[in-house]
């Protein structure tokens, strides 16, 4: 029996982790792949409206990973005009997207080169039932060669994990309270 890391696997299903994403046309020979999903008491449009949000910040652990600024707690107007090659969370660049279903995006690190590897991402908005949705993310990671790339072998899963888990839960409160005003 194979036993999965809650690092690479937080949240999704083995089925899941089986269907085809964006980010995979995106970063091909992949050495790592990571999953990410939660479920969400909103619509799909509104899911999506809250990762639009992503061009501002990105909705973490703000005193780390957006310089102490507070990321927005409600929707800023025009940040749902998405446009391939528009910056979000500052080192992703949009490369693909399809309103109310996924954004999709490549590390882009000014001045790295490879040094850093290579990382895309998708984040995949699915309808559950009536009135929910199960947001999804699939990462794909190609390491860099030598220590670094070692280092990050056993460092991303878990930062990833204790970051994206963080951003997620936050998207998902925000969107289920915007849904839940009158």
């Known amino acids: ?46 899911v999506f409206r809250w990762l639009c949000q992503l061009k501002a910040a990105p909705y973490s652990y703000d005193w780390i990973d957006n310089f102490g600024r507070r990321s927005p707690t ?58 929910g949705s199960r947001l999804i993310v699939k990462l794909v990671v190609q390491y860099p060669a030598g220590p670094v790339g070692s280092a990050m072998r056993w460092f991303l899963p878990w930062g990833d994990l204790v970051m994206m888990r963080k951003q997620l839960l936050t998207l998902k409160g925000l969107a289920e309270a915007s849904c839940s005003q009158p």
């Open 74 to 131: 409600s929707l800023t107007p025009g940040l749902d005009v998405l446009e391939v090659g528009q910056r979000l969370m500052a080192l992703f660049e949009l490369v693909e997207f399809e309103r109310d279903r996924h954004l999709t995006m490549v590390l882009r690190v000014p001045g790295s080169g490879t040094r850093l590897g290579r990382l895309a991402v998708s984040y995949v908005v699915v309808p559950r039932g009536e009135t």
């Open 1 to 46: 029996m194979t036993t999965v890391s809650i690092a690479r696997v937080w949240g999704s299903t083995p089925v899941e982790r089986e269907r085809p994403f964006p980010c995979d046309r995106h970063l091909t020979g992949a050495s790592d792949t990571l999953f990410r999903a939660v479920d969400v008491e909103a619509p799909p449009r509104a």
